[in-house]
């Protein structure tokens, strides 16, 4: 895969290499995610194992300082990228609630 958009990392650390090291906290904490670095700019999708189709696109964008963020779909800075920790609990907070209203009641 292409290294793209480096989004100004003073330490040559690529999109695709801070998406790598959010879906890793992801993966932690029971989200899964698969890469879609062929883009430009790179993103990541990220879902519930069981809903696969629904999710949410993160990617990389420099900060107002030039420090790397994690950014939603939507256009919402998440975290700093040395902060996947705080990019997972947002994530999750935008996710959960609109998985309860889109995932099939359980039989």
């Given amino acids: ?6 989004a100004g ?3 040559g650390f690529t999109s695709a290499d801070h998406l790598d ?5 992801l993966a932690d904490t029971g989200w899964s995610s698969a890469p879609r ?7 990541m999708h990220v879902f519930a194992q069981d809903m696969p189709g629904f999710g949410e696109s993160i990617r990389v964008t420099a900060g107002a ?4 963020w994690f950014l939603s779909s ?3 800075l998440l975290a700093p990228c040395h902060d996947p920790a705080s990019a997972t609990t947002k994530i999750a907070a935008l996710l959960a609630p609109l998985l ?8």
């Fill in 1 to 6: 895969m292409p290294d793209v958009n480096d």
């Fill in 9 to 11: 990392d003073p330490r």
């Fill in 21 to 25: 090291v959010l879906a890793r906290a």
């Fill in 37 to 43: 670095y062929d883009r430009v700019p790179a993103l």
């Fill in 65 to 68: 300082d030039g420090t790397p």
């Fill in 74 to 76: 939507t256009g919402d």
């Fill in 100 to 107: 309860a209203v889109v995932r099939p009641p359980k039989q």
